[in-house]
């Protein structure tokens, strides 16, 4: 009877030690976090370029600045910028826990 406390005693307690050697690992980690917020900073960047073209009086028709280069051209860039980099970091490999 008293061999197998011993015995239970010492499995419990290497398995223990084994479980605090174990840390855990995810499959993202805290620098893709960080690539995930710039991304989803410049996606609202490229947003915020997008707005506007409004007119204080609906009979005018302002062609220039509705259709101006910024929304036109340069946001859907910024964009689809911030999307690249959410792909980025998405993908981007962790570094592996040293064992």
Do not use: H
């Not at 174990?22 to 900073?41: E, L, M, P, R």
């Not at 707005?51 to 910024?70: C, I, K, M, R």
């Not at 036109?72 to 689809?80: D, K, R």
């Amino acid at each position: 009877m008293a061999q197998k406390n011993i015995t239970a005693k010492k499995t419990a307690a290497t398995t223990t030690d084994k479980a605090a050697k174990q840390t855990a690992w995810f499959a993202i980690d805290q620098q893709n976090y960080k690539y995930i917020a710039a991304g989803f900073g410049v996606i609202v960047v490229g947003f915020l370029l997008m707005l506007g073209g409004g007119s204080n009086n609906p009979d005018v028709f302002d062609g220039a600045e509705l259709f101006s280069f910024t929304r036109i051209t340069l946001a859907p860039v910024v964009v689809i910028a911030g999307f690249a980099i959410e792909v980025y970091a998405i993908m981007r490999k962790p570094k592996t826990p040293e064992k």
